[in-house]
Every structure is written in structure tokens, then in C-alpha cells.
């Protein structure tokens, strides 16, 4: 193994993403996939990518981050060993946080803002609540704020983690609950949130694992529902 491994970042793959729109994480972790122990690839982004690090650690990556300007990271990531990606820690967790590419329309620094903001949320190596209840307690303010997308992203990803249906079962009954049954019956039950959820139960009966019902759930309220994402999308030009 090399040891010295930061002396070879010339030769490793660069991917410059600073000028590529909409959900470029997959293909980022597809990318990473391919990479060989002993390779490395770099990642070219107007603000530091600091979402990827937790992903790539779990796939066997380190990495090494240099800042060329304000607006132009160097994030080199060397693969160690051949790691997994297991919804279970939270390596490939679904729905990434997509959002935070709207802030670079706004400015580098809008979007360097948001990441740290996220990271100090999301990304506590030591915080005192477990992830999947930090994303029901989400979800659930998230309801109550009538932010049903939001919602539905929470309970995708709490559930990638290990929430059980028993657990979503008693939540939904909560909502009906603190929201009203009129509320609940004319804003929740159509919403993209119960459909995912009943989704999650039908196919737990069918027999399937979890990441098999992860994967079946992501078809339907994945990045290309437009109830679920958070992907801003211009209008397409006519012909």
C-alpha cells in the first residue's frame, strides 16, 4: 500500500463538476466505484464537497482537500481498500442533499454557506441522537410546516436507516392525530408522503429486504418525482 499516496494525485481522474446542473451525486459514487485500490480520483467543485467525504470513507476512500481560490476545490480521494455502501450507516443513504446545488446559482458562497450548515446538522460525528430519529423528528416538523416534500425525503431516508413499519405506523397516526382528520385526509393522504409510506409496507409484506424495498421506493419517489425532488429545473428550450 502506498503511503505517500498524495505525491500521485497528478495522476489520478479529475472530474470537474462546477458547471454541471442537476443531481450529480450518483454519478460521482458511480465513478468512485470504478476506481482500483491504490487509485485515486479528483473532484473539481466551486465549494468544498463536503457530503461526498462521509460516502467515499465508507467505500474505502481518504481524501485530501485543496483550496485553488474561492471558488475552485481540489477534493483527491484515494482508495485505501474496497469498501461497501450500506444504507445501514448512512454511506449511501438515498436522496443526497440535493438542495444544496440551488445555492450555487445564487453564488460559491451561498453554496459554501449551505454545506456548512448541513455538515454542522447532518454530519456530527458525535451527536447524541441517532440519524434515522434525527430524520423522524425532520419529517414530522417537516408535516407540520406543510412541507410535504421535504417529508417524504425524511421518511425515505429514516427508513433506509432502519426504521421499522411498526415505528411508521404509530408516526402517521400521530399525524392524523395533531393535524385534523380533514387536514389529514385532504393534504396528507393524496401527498407523495403517504404513497411512499404505503409503498414501504406493501412490499415488507411481498417478503423483500430493506434495501430491496429502498430500491423499489427510490423508482417512484426518487429525484425524477417532481413531488419529491429538490432539483431546480429551468423550462426547456423550444426546438
Known amino acids: 500500500m502506498k503511503t505517500e499516496w498524495k505525491e ?3 495522476s489520478f ?3 470537474d463538476v462546477r ?6 451525486l450518483p454519478m460521482i459514487l458511480h465513478q468512485a466505484e470504478s476506481v482500483e485500490v491504490g487509485e485515486g480520483i479528483t473532484i473539481i467543485q466551486s465549494f468544498e464537497p463536503k457530503p461526498l467525504y462521509a460516502s467515499l470513507e465508507k467505500m474505502g476512500f481518504t481524501h485530501h482537500l485543496e483550496k485553488v481560490s474561492p471558488s475552485e476545490y481540489h477534493a483527491s480521494f484515494f482508495r485505501m481498500e474496497k469498501g461497501g455502501r450500506l444504507y445501514q450507516e448512512g454511506s449511501d443513504m ?3 442533499p440535493t438542495a444544496l446545488l440551488n445555492y450555487k446559482a445564487i453564488s460559491d458562497e451561498m453554496a459554501e454557506t449551505a454545506v456548512n450548515f448541513w455538515q454542522m446538522i447532518w454530519d456530527r460525528k458525535e451527536g447524541a441522537l441517532p440519524q434515522r430519529m434525527k430524520l423522524l423528528l425532520s419529517m414530522s416538523n417537516a408535516v407540520g410546516a406543510g412541507r410535504l416534500r421535504q417529508a417524504t425525503r425524511e421518511l425515505i431516508k429514516s427508513y433506509a436507516l432502519g426504521t421499522s413499519v411498526a ?3 404509530e408516526i402517521f397516526e400521530l399525524f392524523a392525530w395533531n393535524q ?6 385532504s393534504e396528507i393522504g393524496p401527498s407523495p408522503l403517504f404513497s411512499a409510506y404505503r409503498l414501504i409496507k406493501e412490499k415488507e409484506k411481498e417478503g423483500l429486504s430493506r434495501e430491496e424495498v429502498v430500491q423499489a421506493v427510490m423508482e417512484k419517489f426518487g429525484e425524477a418525482n417532481p ?3 429538490t432539483l431546480s429545473r429551468l423550462p426547456r428550450k423550444d426546438p
Open 19 to 24: 458547471k454541471l446542473e442537476g443531481n450529480i
Open 8 to 10: 500521485e494525485i497528478r
Open 94 to 96: 438515498p436522496l443526497k
Open 167 to 169: 415505528e411508521l405506523d
Open 227 to 229: 413531488g419529491v425532488s
Open 180 to 185: 385534523g382528520i380533514g387536514h389529514f385526509s
Open 13 to 15: 481522474k479529475v472530474l
